[in-house]
């Protein structure tokens, strides 16, 4: 099976994420690693991106959109300036914990910084060269949204090998190293308006996870030194 074949979705109900509404209160700290790739994105990718968006939006209440200054939406679209492709994740996005001095996490992060310092090194990391995505699918999950990517430079692999072997050759935990190439749109608490009683004709929300082989756009030149 194609690792990058939408395998969730189309989604007529969504799992809530605990974490973002308190992610956009910022009653709480938090505490997360991920390395990523192609950001910031190209700016050729905004006019596309935001077309794309209408055709998602219309697909929800406008009250689940709806942000009133107090609460985050209950559906959350990435700006154009937060998309890029996930690497790995080496440490999940967690609540700190109360009493952890921070010189805790600080050693986390210089930990990590130098396990992908480390794994640059490595004579398979790719030169630095751009990337060369192109859009291949796209998924609405009950989770969130997802662009799936082709990369046709076999960049983002290398990468991902050379982070494994150098955490397992150092003991290090990674958290994440996904087998798909893909960067978020959409993060969804519960949405308490959507009417999703799409039943046989779910053309509305099909068609907007199904984007062909053929709606191909650049993204950023950005890479890896």
Not at 29 to 45: E, I, K, R, S, T
Not at 112 to 137: C, F, G, M
Not at 196 to 211: A, E, M, P, R
Request: charged letters at 25%; hydrophobic letters at 30%.
């Amino acid at each position: 099976m194609d690792a990058n074949r939408p395998r969730d979705g189309p989604a007529t109900n969504f799992t809530a994420d605990p974490l973002v509404e308190s992610l956009f209160s910022k009653e709480d700290d938090y505490f997360g690693l991920v390395l990523v790739a192609g950001w910031p994105p190209n700016q050729l990718m905004d006019s596309t991106y935001q077309t794309y968006l209408d055709k998602v939006r219309s697909c929800f209440h406008r009250a689940d959109l709806e942000d009133n200054g107090t609460a985050p939406p209950n559906v959350y679209l990435y700006p154009t300036q937060s998309l890029h492709v996930t690497i790995a994740t080496l440490y999940h996005v967690k609540k700190k914990e109360p009493g952890v001095d921070e010189e805790y996490y600080i050693d986390l992060q210089e930990k990590y910084i130098s396990l992908v310092k480390a794994a640059s090194q490595r004579h398979d990391w790719p030169k630095p060269n751009p990337l060369n995505l192109t859009l291949e699918s796209v998924q609405l999950g009950q989770k969130a949204g997802i662009f799936l990517w082709e990369d046709s430079s076999g960049q983002i692999n290398a990468m991902r090998t050379c982070l494994k072997e150098e955490a397992e050759a150092n003991g290090i935990k990674i958290d994440s190293i996904p087998n798909i190439k893909y960067c978020p749109f959409n993060i969804s608490k519960i949405c308490k308006r959507t009417n999703w009683k799409w039943k046989g004709d779910s053309t509305k929300v099909s068609n907007i996870c199904c984007i062909t082989r053929s709606s191909k756009f650049p993204l950023s030149a950005s890479t890896f030194e």
